[in-house]
């Protein structure tokens, strides 16, 4: 297992949310601010080629290629849907100008339905936030020598000029990604990717689509406290639909791999900060059933493109937060059901078949803990175990661990098909 850590430094941040207006579920509690969304982080980068490098070594996707090539052919003519705040032309083109619409197609659909052309295409939140979401799906992708084919729909279900999100808009998007599921027989929808949280409105639609077997990802949001001290046991009924859905993964993120200090940092949702600490993917809700995180992937720093100045000129920036792990985690559930499919087409990849490839191949820390941010295997591998007690607050953070989409793949060949 490769051994990742983290530099810690003293961040410049601000906050840009996509949060429900739902306030039961987003009040703040003594000094708790939540939030959905992520973090623009402005600093240099030393790398300006748009790819998200150490998010591509730390889930094992160049791996997840070399050992199996057939995943780069769409098989199942599947798509994948992004519910965020709209696709800009600068982020459209750049895919577009570099690879042919029969290996990657987009599309954008407005609030109404209706589908804009590239050239009409516009993301008016004020982060750019659904274009970096499209970004980092398409750049785990499309690169080097294994260019994947892959169907991509953006339904913006923001508020105009906003990134806050309008629930009956998604439950909208929501019933045209089913009706359309419903009219074809190939192309349907096989992912839907959501980082964002909002009021609970929508559960029926998200169970239509889970009756169509269709894979759910949802951001479990980023949380900052205002001192050390408070540990996420005090708030774990903090609820953030739609990764709280019994049907969604909730993804939560990690520091995962930005190098050089101290290994046990690893598997780390939390950092401290001048002013207390930063969790990625401690909203969450906890009972004897463990909701909301099931697995964690790399949410500091990641890489990304998108026109963040409104001059027509992608931009490169890092971003924190859970809303860039959620990608990642889509990403993995579109390979995984294509090879399934590739392997076996008359018995598609499900929830549970999704689950059980998340259980047995996300990574932990075998090495045993030193500190309270160290895994063992023990405590990652039973999550649904939460005693509330400091020494295993982590295990019902990090779900069953974080994602390695190699060894996933790897199971559903060997196992699932």
């Known amino acids: 297992m490769k051994k990742y850590s983290l530099i810690l430094c ?55 290629f070399s050992s199996y090539p057939e995943l780069r052919y769409n098989h199942a003519a599947y798509r994948i849907a992004v519910l965020d705040t709209g696709l800009d032309y600068p982020t459209w083109n750049y895919f577009a100008s570099r690879y042919s619409i029969d290996l990657v197609q987009i599309r954008l659909y407005d609030r109404n339905g209706n589908e804009v052309s590239k050239a009409n295409a516009y993301d008016d939140s004020p982060n750019h936030h659904g274009s970096a979401i499209v970004h980092t799906i398409l750049r785990l992708l499309e690169r080097e020598s294994h260019d994947v084919e892959v169907s991509l729909s953006v339904f913006m279900v923001s508020e105009p000029n906003s990134v806050l999100i309008d629930a009956n808009l998604v439950k909208a ?14 192309g349907k929808y096989k992912v839907v990717s959501m980082s964002f949280g909002a009021e609970q409105i929508f559960s029926s639609e998200l169970y239509a689509l889970h009756q169509q077997k269709v894979i759910l990802v949802a951001a479990s949001g980023n949380y900052e406290s205002l001192t050390t001290e408070d540990f996420p046991d005090t708030y774990e009924n903090v609820r953030v639909f739609p990764a709280s859905y019994s049907y969604t993964f909730g993804v939560g993120g990690i520091y995962g791999y930005q190098g050089g200090w101290s290994d046990i940092w ?46 027509g000129i992608l931009d490169v920036r890092r971003a924190t937060g859970t809303s860039l792990a959620t990608p990642q985690v889509a990403v993995a559930a579109y390979l995984s059901a294509n090879m399934k499919y590739y392997l076996s087409m008359s018995d598609p990849l499900v929830y549970s078949d999704f689950m059980e490839a998340i259980m047995a191949s996300c990574e932990n820390d075998p090495y045993g803990r030193t500190s309270p941010y160290k ?27 974080s994602l390695d989409i190699r060894d996933l793949i790897q199971y559903t060949v060997e196992t699932l098909s």
């Not at 939030?35 to 150490?54: L, R």
């Not at 909203?283 to 964690?296: A, D, G, H, I, P």
């Not at 591998?381 to 982590?394: D, H, K, L, R, W």
């Open 10 to 64: 003293i961040l410049i941040l601000y906050s840009i949310s996509c949060i429900s207006s739902d306030q039961s579920s987003f009040s703040n509690r003594n000094g708790i601010t939540p939030s959905i969304g992520f973090q623009f982080v402005h600093t240099s980068v030393t790398q300006d080629d748009g790819y998200p490098h150490e998010t591509i070594n730390w889930i094992n996707i160049n791996e997840a």
């Open 266 to 311: 690893r598997l780390s949702t939390g950092i401290n900060k001048k002013t207390g600490s930063i969790y990625l993917g401690s909203m969450f809700y906890t009972s004897r059933y463990f909701k909301t995180v099931n697995l964690v992937a790399p949410a500091y720093l990641v890489e990304i493109r998108c026109d963040m100045n409104n001059d």
């Open 375 to 401: 895994l063992t295997w023990e405590v990652v591998a039973e999550p649904i175990v939460n005693s509330g007690t400091y020494n295993s607050f982590y295990s019902y953070r990090v779900g069953w661990g």
């Open 173 to 186: 998007q929501l019933q045209r990604i089913k009706t359309w599921n419903n009219a074809h027989g190939v």
